[in-house]
């Protein structure tokens, strides 16, 4: 077993569960930038060219992180709405990493990468590590696990060298159990196999905090499947998108914290970031209460 | 049951099984630009910027494209070599795609892509659909299946739209046994139930030679699995990585062909793209040499 971090490297573990405690949130604000849905004062009345909408994305990206610094412990970006805006999507996409950082926020980019590991070794660099003396763009990465363990290898190599995170794809938010929940022929379905073999890959990433580098992404809109993950990952990061326009409340993932204050994270995307579509207030200030709302009420059914 | 297909649109299937007849040739160049391994000429001797090492990509895929094209019936660039060089990558892949449409190649984007449909539509948007009057960056996209069928509706929607195709990753070229072959309750590998559901995901984009639009992911490094994915996906077309720098030969992929010339392409990245480095030719020359004896070596075993 190699050894579980390079010399002076915290894990990922430990720098979130230090930033939880630290602002007593358990929120991460998901940055899905629909370009047609921003406000008309960033997107103007006309169509816009790809350039255009990517710096109308970056600027909206940006106000929505002044918004939710105060109330969320990270952002999580979306890759999929970057990469629909071209080569441009992806400058905005590290203009809004860059911010992120600057207002000391951790970055989980939600990229669901999974190849093999020669691939695999190419994505680990271009999200985890550092850029030519730039800091890398995101401190975590949302992966697929189908490939199996050769292809997280190169993921979990930089997870120790550099103290990143890895959250692996288990039971999604969306209706797509045709996969996940095939039944196995010990008589459980697939995820719960899946959920032993992330645990096994997360083993020698355990930190301090007794939470491991290695976490797995569980629908909330599954809140009887958080209690079985919870169950399965003792020691993993639950990531819990669905929360808001999915339909799960934060009551529904109340169980995914019995590990630690920071052995799960509430991701919050439309709900939160185009909350002023349904509000009165400036899209900043609808955004910013509704993130105070959220941060609060995560907190509390945590229990910590 | 929706259309097969807008009226005036070619399904994928056609398209290439048109093209392959054309060029007698069931090749794809797989574009994985690594800048350390480009020919001296083009990346120099000193470290380059990600902008610099961009650039030398995009030269390196176009002369590769020269090289190749008379002998491949389309690229299949790797996403994730082009995201490693971050927003300057991206503008690379958009100019790599662009050049190896004017040489009337298909393009296979190999991006893996797997999210829930509300962000699966941005990734079909940024890769299948066409971009403020531009064409489409790609003619077919490698997607991941773990998430089900209501993660993949929206790329059969745009393939039924566009004519676009859609490979499923199904039985990969590493080691990933680990879960692709986990037994399931009727004792068959799960990856054989995922071929089932991908054959049914591609019933309704069979196209008049006989192939569907939705096709899958085999590694050729599995010749047992190439056979069995045959049987279970008749009228898929299988798309073979891992001849080459993977160890797979062409003879190990024959019987991918029996249901029709157009019925398997075969994928070959490192040995086609850096022949130069075990050559004393040219790097296009070098190349060129390699995809013309490989297009020969398969239609050969394709026995059409």
Same mark, same amino acid.
């Given at each position: 077993?190699?050894?579980?971090?390079a010399?002076?490297?915290?894990?990922?573990?430990? %720098?979130?569960?230090?930033?939880?405690?630290?602002k %007593?949130?358990?929120?991460l604000?998901?940055?899905?930038?629909? +370009?047609?849905?921003?406000?008309?004062?960033?997107?103007?009345?006309?169509?816009?060219?790809?350039? #255009?909408?990517?710096?109308?994305?970056?600027?909206?990206?940006?106000?929505?992180?002044?918004?939710?610094? +105060?109330?969320?412990?990270?952002?999580?970006?979306?890759?999929?709405?970057?990469?629909?805006? !071209?080569s441009?999507?992806?400058?905005?996409?590290?203009?809004?990493?860059a911010?992120?950082?600057?207002?000391?926020?951790?970055i989980?980019?939600?990229?669901?990468?999974?190849?093999?590991?020669?691939?695999?070794?190419?994505?680990?660099?271009?999200?985890?590590?550092?850029?030519?003396?730039?800091?890398?763009?995101?401190?975590?990465?949302?992966?697929?696990?189908?490939?199996?363990?050769?292809?997280?290898?190169?993921f979990?190599?930089?997870?120790?060298?550099? $103290? @990143?995170?890895i959250?692996?794809v288990?039971?999604?938010?969306?209706?797509?159990?045709?996969?996940?929940?095939?039944?196995? @022929?010990?008589?459980?379905?697939?995820?719960?196999?899946?959920?032993?073999?992330?645990?096994?890959w997360?083993?020698?990433?355990? $930190?301090?905090? $007794?939470?491991?580098?290695?976490?797995?992404?569980? $629908?909330?809109?599954?809140? %009887?499947?958080? !209690?079985?993950?919870?169950?399965?990952?003792p #020691?993993?990061?639950?990531?819990?998108?669905?929360?808001?326009?999915?339909?799960?409340? +934060?009551?529904?993932?109340?169980r995914?914290?019995?590990?630690?204050?920071?052995?799960?994270?509430? @991701?919050?995307?439309?709900?939160?970031?185009?909350?002023?579509?349904?509000?009165?207030?400036?899209?900043?200030?609808?955004?910013?209460?509704?993130?105070?709302?959220?941060?609060?009420?995560?907190?509390?059914?945590?229990?910590?």
């Amino acid at each position: 077993m190699e050894a579980t971090a390079a010399i002076g490297t915290t894990l990922f573990a430990d %720098r979130l569960a230090a930033a939880v405690e630290r602002k %007593r949130s358990q929120l991460l604000a998901g940055l899905d930038p629909r +370009p047609e849905q921003l406000p008309v004062e960033l997107r103007g009345d006309a169509p816009l060219g790809r350039e #255009q909408a990517a710096a109308a994305c970056t600027r909206f990206c940006c106000g929505v992180i002044d918004a939710v610094a +105060p109330y969320v412990v990270g952002v999580k970006p979306q890759l999929a709405f970057f990469e629909a805006l !071209g080569s441009h999507g992806m400058k905005s996409f590290e203009d809004v990493c860059a911010y992120a950082r600057s207002a000391e926020l951790m970055i989980l980019a939600d990229a669901k990468r999974g190849d093999i590991g020669s691939t695999a070794r190419a994505y680990a660099s271009a999200y985890l590590e550092p850029r030519n003396g730039d800091p890398s763009l995101a401190d975590a990465i949302t992966v697929h696990s189908y490939l199996g363990r050769e292809s997280l290898e190169p993921f979990l190599k930089t997870a120790r060298r550099m $103290g @990143s995170g890895i959250f692996c794809v288990l039971k999604t938010s969306n209706a797509g159990g045709d996969v996940q929940d095939l039944t196995l @022929s010990d008589g459980r379905p697939l995820w719960h196999q899946v959920a032993e073999l992330i645990s096994s890959w997360g083993e020698d990433l355990v $930190g301090d905090c $007794g939470l491991s580098s290695v976490g797995a992404v569980v $629908g909330a809109t599954h809140p %009887r499947g958080v !209690g079985e993950a919870r169950r399965l990952l003792p #020691q993993a990061i639950l990531l819990l998108p669905g929360v808001g326009a999915q339909g799960a409340t +934060p009551a529904d993932v109340a169980r995914a914290f019995t590990s630690g204050p920071a052995s799960a994270l509430v @991701s919050v995307s439309r709900s939160l970031i185009y909350a002023f579509r349904s509000s009165d207030l400036d899209w900043r200030t609808a955004t910013g209460a509704e993130a105070a709302r959220l941060q609060r009420e995560v907190w509390a059914i945590s229990g910590w």
